[in-house]
Structures are given as C-alpha cells and as structure tokens.
C-alpha cells in the first residue's frame, strides 16, 4: 500500500493554533518540530517538568473557541502569531514573561463560560501531545471522505489536529498497521496505536462552533470514537508535502 503526503501541520502552542507547512525534518525519537512546544497552564495547575497531561491545559475540547485560531511560528525567534475571527491577530514570545499578559489578554476571552482560564505558558521540546511519548498523528483522507459522506457533510481536516495527512489508503486500513513501520520521504515511522476522540472534532475550525457530532457517528457506525494513528520516529529524514509514503 503507497500513496502521497497531502498535508503537513503543526500547532506551536497546544490547542492555541495550527499552521500549515510544506516541509519538515524529523529526528528520530521526537515529535514534528516545535509541534506543541507551548502550552496555555490552567489556573490552579500543578505541572512538572517536561510532559503533562492535557487535563491541565486549555484545550479546543473544553472551549470550542479555541478551534478557531490559526498560528505562525517564526522559528529563529520563537515567535508565535496567533489570530482569531473575533479576536484578532496577535504575535508573542512565548518564552517572555513580558509577552504573557498581551496572550493572556487575547486567549481568556475565547475559554468557554464555566471553564478554567489560563495563568500562563510552560514550554517542553519534547511536545506536550496527547500521548506521554513523543510521537506523529497521522490521518487518512480517505477515512476522512467516508467519514464525511456517512454524516452527509464536508468535514475539515483541521477539527483532527493531525500532523501528516496521507492520501491513497483504502478507507481505515490504518488501524490495521498498529507495529508496523510506514516510510514518509526519507523518514521512517513505527505504528504505535489508534487516536482517541475528543469533542474538539464537533467544532468548526472556521468559526469555533459546534456543528457535527463526530464522536457519535464514530459510535454509532463503527463501535468506537477512534480516528487516526500515532507513530513514533525511528529513522529521521526530511518530509515534504507530495512525498511518496509506503508500508516497509
């Protein structure tokens, strides 16, 4: 089975942006690079050192909002532009305390009545994904256009958060590659497991709105709320968009 990449995103600071690219460089053992580097910390949170538990953050799932962000990083500087169709554009370090009043300013609004607002940033390079490993989500567009057609509307590919969007698939042949290793450019990753769903997939990445009960029709047709693979990398390489991907 083979195909090509479609679409590479990342998203600098958790829940707070995504940002399309055209080319990465993987190293083994890490997530895409400066894929969720920053996270917004809820009041009252107690994080350590390197990763935690998204339950501590803001997150698209409790504050549908949130969904509606776009981000730029400017690498070099580690600066983020985030911007929102209500609250507008704003470019911040997220590394700066000088800089987190301006975000929070900005982000507090877009955090759902009845939920917890963030206090501030924490920062780990390993990624603080879903998984407490680093890892790389990668989504079928083919899962995506049966899943589309079962719910009889167009779903965006950004209500997954996903990393690698790969194309040429049979519909959910993914799941059946759990240990298996998939080849992306010159990259080479290992199936780990299947990605859990959360209610951020129910929100419309253009207006923040819930509008598709994902989860349900997920449940309702197949027995599970399950979309998409985690992969960690064992051989880094560099992966454009256009790539030629294989199952080794």
């Keep these: 089975m083979n195909g090509q990449l479609a679409h590479i995103t990342r998203h600098p600071i958790k829940a707070h942006g995504r940002e399309s690219l055209q080319k990465v460089q993987l190293s083994a053992g890490q997530c895409l690079p400066y894929d969720r580097r920053w996270a917004a910390v809820q009041d009252g949170a107690k994080t350590v050192d390197g990763w935690n538990s998204c339950v501590l953050f803001s997150r ?9 962000v776009t981000a730029e990083l400017e690498e070099a500087g580690e600066c983020v532009t985030l911007d929102h169709p209500t609250q507008g554009r704003i470019a911040i370090r997220p590394d700066d305390p000088a800089d987190l009043p301006l975000f929070l300013d900005w982000a507090v609004p877009l955090v759902a009545p009845g939920r917890i607002p963030p206090v501030g940033l924490v920062r780990y390079d390993g990624g603080l994904t879903d998984s407490d490993r680093p890892s790389v989500s990668i989504l079928s567009l083919t899962s995506l256009a049966d899943l589309s057609a079962r719910m009889g509307m167009d779903l965006s590919i950004h209500r997954w958060r996903a990393n690698f969007w790969i194309d040429g698939a049979e519909p959910w042949a993914e799941f059946a590659w759990i240990g298996q290793k998939l080849a992306i450019g010159g990259a080479v990753l290992e199936v780990v497991e299947r990605i859990g769903r959360c209610n951020a997939t129910k929100v419309n990445p ?13 449940e309702q047709d197949f027995g599970h709320t399950d979309f998409g693979i985690f992969a960690r990398v064992v051989q880094g390489g560099p992966v454009a968009v256009g790539d030629a991907w294989r199952l080794l």
Excluded: F
């Design 60 to 68: 698209g799932a409790k504050s549908p909002q949130l969904m509606a």
């Design 206 to 218: 253009d207006t923040g709105v819930i509008d598709a009960d994902t989860l349900g029709t997920l």
